[in-house]
């Protein structure tokens, strides 16, 4: 029999990062050390308090399905946390809890695209931002967020990509930015937000950094800027990254009801519902604090001083200083350029791996060559002893 693959399924790429972390696990099934800076998730235990919740929820047998929404307990916490973190007034209803920001993201463009709607994606981008729009049949189109901009798109940028479209729907930003590090300010949101509510685009706010801004820097939600911009904007935020759960899966959407109600609605269709014991646990990590993200926030700090200054210490490459998230993504094109042995990130990333020992992701897969990624995820001491090993790979190339 001849299996026909769905044209949807055939047009999702296989991830750019894959070539490299196959190598990098057959590298470690054969017992060979590799110091890696991949990670896209904390080194950290989850805390206490919050897996101690799990553990009663499980007691209590808190175990069967829940709203698809999510649980009302839930929802109220992170409508505080919204009203009190970003200056947001949201009602429970208008919220959606999902298995991570990514099923949350998923639901919200199953919700808002059609075919060949356009959905703007500032490029250096996260992967998966371009598949799952193209999942539902519409366009992910590229806006560079330059180097010589901080890696930001202008408000001016935008409108004119906006023009030059045919059917532009929504824009996705995403602040602290992965994988650049890149932090929006208030006036910059301010700017982007008019185009977006003159050309009537749909604003998708992933905000899951938030928590991780160095310098004494201050998130600001898009949303937070006016009543207007409220109403156009989702936001999208999680528990994985602000208080190591990513394995937990749990991710909300906030924004316009008419909006959730049908994400919610396409939910109860797919996911269901977030686990229980999960949920029970966000309660905790939203509401009770205990120090914990500060004392993360603060190693990553040290960590990223650490790394970006090392790097860009090194002959011929810089660095751009990061204000947010736990990625450094230096411009690694000279070596590119004066070498004989490399072509391009990829082929650079793979090199490292297989005579140094040490795995950073191609730029490639973040629409960014000429670049590599660094997650300063890691220890302090794997952080010294990647380094040593990546600068002698870099010297060894020219
Ligand atoms: C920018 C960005 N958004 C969303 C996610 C997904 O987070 P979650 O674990 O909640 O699905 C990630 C994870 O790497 C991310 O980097």
Redesign the pocket.
Known sequence: MRINISHRAKAIKPSPTLAVSALANEMKAKGEEIISFGA??PDFNTPEHIKEEAKKAIDDNFTHYTKSAGIIELRKVISQKLLKENGLKCNPNDILVS???????MHVLMTICDPRDEVIIPSPY?V??TSLVELYDAFPVMLPAKSSNNFKIRAEQLSEAINSLNNPKALIL?SP??PTGAVYSKKELEEIAEVCLEKNIIIIS?E??ERLLYDNKEHISIASISKEVRENTIL?N????AYAM?GW???YAAGPSDIIKCAVRIQSHTTSCVNSITQKAAVVALSQDEGSVEKMRKEFEKRRNYLVKALNDINNLSCFMPSG?FYAMPDISYFIQNSDEVNNSEELAKYLLKNYHVAVVPGTAFGAEGFVRFSYATSMDNIKKGLKLFKEGLRSLT
């Open positions: 896209g998730e298995p991570g920001a990514k099923a949350s993201l996260w998966s931002y995403n930015n992965n992933d899951i950094y999208i999680g528990v994985s990254k990513t899966r749990l991710g998230a």
